[in-house]
Nanobody, 118 residues
Framework: VRLVESGGGMVQPGGSLRLSCAAS????????MSWYRQAPGKERELVAG????????NYTDSMKGRFTISRDNAKNTVFLQMNMLQPGDTAVYYC????????????WGQGTQVTVSS
């Protein structure tokens, strides 16, 4: 099982980034996919989630209207489009997969760094 995030980097305030998470080793379309983030000295927090078929999304309030989660089940990939980035969005962003039919199976990616700074 692998979850490989990409697309992180450094961006100025107000800028945009698009993160990708490529999944392999499991039946992607059976998993709820989420993005989490962890800033230095803080706990990991949920950013956004998307249902296994992609029809339902949810966001943490501070990301609503700025971030968009999507997925392509044909390509086993989940995305996070981040707009209007702020310094407070600086964190390591992690991809998470949760089996839709049991809490027993879940996986984490290794994370990708996002830094928002002028």
């Amino acid at each position: 099982v692998r979850l490989v995030e990409s697309g992180g980097g450094m961006v100025q305030p107000g800028g945009s980034l698009r993160l990708s998470c490529a999944a392999s080793g499991f039946t992607f379309s059976n998993y709820v996919m989420s993005w989490y983030r962890q800033a230095p000295g803080k706990e990991r927090e949920l950013v956004a989630g998307i249902s296994s078929a992609g029809g339902i999304t949810n966001y943490t309030d501070s990301m609503k209207g700025r971030f968009t989660i999507s997925r392509d089940n044909a390509k086993n990939t989940v995305f996070l489009q981040m707009n209007m980035l702020q310094p407070g969005d600086t964190a390591v962003y992690y991809c998470h997969a949760q089996y839709a039919f049991s809490a027993k199976y879940s996986y984490w990616g290794q994370g990708t760094q996002v830094t928002v700074s002028s």
